[in-house]
């Protein structure tokens, strides 16, 4: 499953899960580049794992179209091309406003970051990636397929996420593959940059009502993300992958 010295974008690299896939690169001898708009975190991330292999932090708003051509210019231009592309980079709205108190303003943040970005590094990354019969993997989220109250924006923005997956297979098909992962409660406390680092905080609760026996950890996405992208996966596109320790498929009666 050799995936050494291929290069890979990973955007939203710089803490949680884009940190990990990121950290798994590199132990897996790819190059790494790291597409973060949080430059404290991506200047962390790429200090801290400096010493895995060959990784760069390129200052990157995926909700941009010109910062996001230059991401894809810059990754070329250091490493030679570009094999691999996460879709990681998201954000939501930790207040979660009900519906009739989300703004217009919030909302089209979040589609522009979530959904857009995708959709504008898949079409700036795709001529290089067709050229080395590459692979794109989209992060979604269990909020495509289930929902807490007043998480609407999130939702609809991971529930396009899984759609845009299965157009882009066939559309790229068959030069470059593209998959899903939706992955459900990840633990990524400890994942963060420095001064917003912290140990988690889960009751025993937590981990029992996964069926798995635990809350999930960001290597768990990691290990999915590097098989979908490797030759062993050669067969697997257009699909979403759920990750989740199994709650989407826990019957639950109140």
């Known amino acids: 499953m050799s995936l050494q010295g291929k290069v890979a974008i990973v955007t939203g690299g710089g803490q949680g899960i884009g940190k990990a896939i990121a950290q798994r690169f590199l132990i897996e001898g790819l190059k790494v580049v790291i597409a973060e708009v949080d430059e404290a975190a991506g200047e962390e991330t790429a200090a801290e794992y400096e010493n895995l292999g060959a990784i760069a932090f390129i200052p990157t708003d995926v909700s941009d179209q010109e910062s996001v051509k230059n991401l894809v210019e810059k990754t070329s231009n250091k490493f030679g091309g570009i094999d691999i592309l996460v879709n990681n980079a998201a ?45 794109i993997v989209n992060i979604a989220s269990t909020r495509a397929l289930m929902s807490e109250p007043d998480t609407e924006a999130y939702a609809a923005t991971k529930g396009g996420i899984v759609a845009l997956t299965h157009a882009l297979a066939i559309s790229l098909g068959s030069d470059i593959r593209v998959n899903c992962i939706s992955p459900g409660w990840i633990e990524v406390s400890n994942w963060k940059k ?46 979403n992958m759920i990750v989740d320790g199994g709650v989407t498929r826990k019957m639950i009666y109140v």
């Open 91 to 135: 954000l939501a709205n930790p207040e979660n406003p009900p519906i009739t108190e989300l703004s217009l303003e919030d909302w089209n943040q979040t589609l522009a970051v979530n959904l857009t970005g995708a959709f504008l590094c898949t079409k700036h990354a795709v001529p290089y990636l067709r050229k080395n019969k590459g692979a």
């Open 194 to 239: 420095q001064s917003s680092k912290q140990e988690p905080q889960l009751k025993e609760q937590d981990h029992q009502q996964h069926p798995a026996g635990r809350v999930g950890t960001p290597e768990d996405v990691a290990s999915l993300v590097v098989y979908l992208v490797s030759e062993e996966a050669g067969f697997i596109t257009g699909t």
